[in-house]
């Protein structure tokens, strides 16, 4: 079975600085998606960036990018120059590829950025 | 393109009482998955529909709890007998396809409080 860990519960940084989150995850699968949801004050989920376990690059969407070290089973997002509207909850998410199911998500991380 | 539309955005209840939750995908999505998230903790799957087909159900808590895609659309979540265990907001979302990569897109989710 699946299993996705974030060990983060809150980090707190100020504005344009970077902030790093930790997610380790455990499949037994030799392919699977790796993926970093937000979620905003309102409750809206959002998709952030994706990366797919064969890829070796890093994943990079416009100020988020990945940190992925597949020996460790671990896929870190790294925001830069973060904004107040940053603030959210973030959660790491994985899915298997062999056969069809919902994702598998971690805890969250509560990231507060302040001016 | 209009997202996925839950209803209602709130709910409150005694125990005992039934509620039902309502979700209508995006249009073109054939995979569409029911989550529940308690508070401080990261969306749960309870049950998805690939078009009017459950696809896995094994998630749902008890009895108490089904779950209908009749036409492969939209789809309803009841709760028969709520319990304050279920305090959770619910989210709908909807993909096309259900394996690999494939973007999920989620709802804004019905906050349940059962008193």
């Known amino acids: 079975a699946q299993k996705v860990t974030q060990t983060q519960t809150s980090i707190s940084v100020v504005e344009k600085t970077t902030v790093t989150m930790d997610c380790v995850y455990e499949?037994?699968?030799?392919?699977?998606?790796l993926f970093w949801y937000k979620q905003t004050a309102s409750g809206e989920i959002v998709f952030l960036i994706r990366?797919?376990?064969?890829?070796?690059e890093n994943a990079t969407v416009g100020h988020y990018s990945l940190n992925f070290q597949k020996p460790k089973s671990s896929i870190g997002l790294i925001i830069t120059a973060t904004q107040i509207e940053d603030s959210a909850v973030y959660f790491c998410a994985m899915r298997e590829d062999n056969y069809a199911q919902g994702l598998t998500f971690g805890l969250g991380t509560r990231v507060s950025v302040f001016p | 393109e209009a997202g996925v539309t839950q209803s209602p955005r709130y709910a409150v209840l005694q125990e005992g009482q039934a509620v039902s939750f309502w979700c209508d995908p995006i249009s073109g999505h054939d995979t569409l998955y029911w989550y529940q998230q308690p508070r401080d903790q990261g969306p749960q799957l309870l049950v998805y529909?690939?078009?009017?087909?459950?696809?896995?159900n094994s998630q749902l808590p008890s009895d108490r709890f089904s779950a209908v895609r009749p036409k492969g659309t939209n789809s309803t979540l009841k709760i028969q007998s709520a319990k304050q265990g279920d305090t959770a907001t619910y989210l709908c979302a909807s993909s096309f396809r259900d394996r690999g990569w494939t973007e999920v897109f989620f709802g804004k989710g019905t906050r349940l409080t059962v008193v």
């Open positions: 990366q797919d376990s064969y890829k070796k």
């Open positions: 529909f690939r078009d009017e087909a459950v696809i896995d």
């Open positions: 499949t037994r699968d030799s392919s699977y998606f």
